[in-house]
């Protein structure tokens, strides 16, 4: 059982690789995968745009089975478990993705969240390439402490929960994002 917690842990730590190694060199970099580019440059020229499930699926069920077909032979249950805990961070990667842009935060993991990842958005895409952690980015020399993230007025009906009635930035988000 032991060996079963332990694989579904690095599971969850492998997919925050994962997470860094897809967005850098196959989102924003040549080297990997010219769709999955194509792909990620349409959300940031649009960040509205995500991909759809079904190319989401393109791209994840070769990669998950790819390291169950190593994993499950050498590791056996622990491997599996190992493989699962992939698939879990990777759709919390999703829902989270997915929530910084449409959705207020809720908690302090919430508001890192959106910073880092609006940071990567609008003033450097070669930081922060990690969603979920910092960890990778820290690991790799990418970290960015977000400053004051300055959203530009054309792209902000896609972060509509940044703004009050007056249309403006709410006063809880003051200090954290500017409209330019
Ligand atoms: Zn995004
Ligand atoms: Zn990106």
């Given at each position: 059982?032991?060996?079963?917690g332990?694989?579904f842990?690095?599971?969850?730590?492998?997919?925050?690789?994962?997470?860094y190694?897809?967005?850098r060199f196959?989102?924003h970099?040549r080297?990997?995968?010219?769709h999955?580019?194509?792909e990620?440059?349409?959300?940031?020229a649009?960040?509205?745009?995500?991909?759809?499930?079904a190319?989401?699926?393109?791209?994840?069920?070769?990669?998950?089975?790819?390291?169950?077909?190593?994993?499950?032979?050498?590791?056996?249950?622990?491997?599996?478990?190992?493989?699962?805990?992939?698939v879990?961070?990777?759709t919390?990667?999703e829902?989270l993705?997915?929530?910084?842009?449409?959705?207020?935060?809720?908690?302090?993991?919430?508001?890192?969240?959106?910073?880092?990842?609006?940071?990567h958005?609008?003033?450097?895409?070669?930081?922060?390439?990690?969603?979920?952690?910092p960890?990778?980015?820290w690991?790799?020399g990418?970290?960015?402490?977000?400053?004051e993230?300055?959203?530009?007025?054309?792209?902000?009906?896609?972060f509509?929960w940044?703004?009050?009635?007056d249309?403006r930035?709410?006063?809880e988000?003051?200090?954290?994002?500017?409209?330019?």
């Amino acid at each position: 059982m032991i060996g079963i917690g332990i694989g579904f842990i690095v599971g969850l730590l492998l997919w925050t690789l994962l997470e860094y190694v897809l967005h850098r060199f196959a989102g924003h970099d040549r080297r990997l995968g010219k769709h999955v580019r194509k792909e990620h440059l349409m959300h940031h020229a649009q960040p509205d745009h995500f991909s759809t499930l079904a190319k989401k699926l393109v791209l994840a069920v070769p990669v998950v089975g790819a390291l169950a077909l190593v994993l499950v032979p050498i590791f056996g249950a622990a491997g599996a478990a190992c493989v699962a805990g992939v698939v879990v961070g990777w759709t919390f990667y999703e829902r989270l993705h997915r929530a910084t842009h449409v959705r207020g935060p809720k908690s302090r993991y919430g508001r890192w969240a959106r910073r880092h990842h609006l940071h990567h958005h609008f003033e450097d895409s070669n930081t922060n390439h990690g969603v979920t952690s910092p960890l990778w980015d820290w690991a790799f020399g990418t970290l960015a402490a977000p400053g004051e993230v300055r959203v530009p007025r054309r792209h902000v009906r896609c972060f509509a929960w940044l703004l009050g009635d007056d249309a403006r930035i709410k006063a809880e988000y003051e200090g954290a994002y500017r409209l330019v």
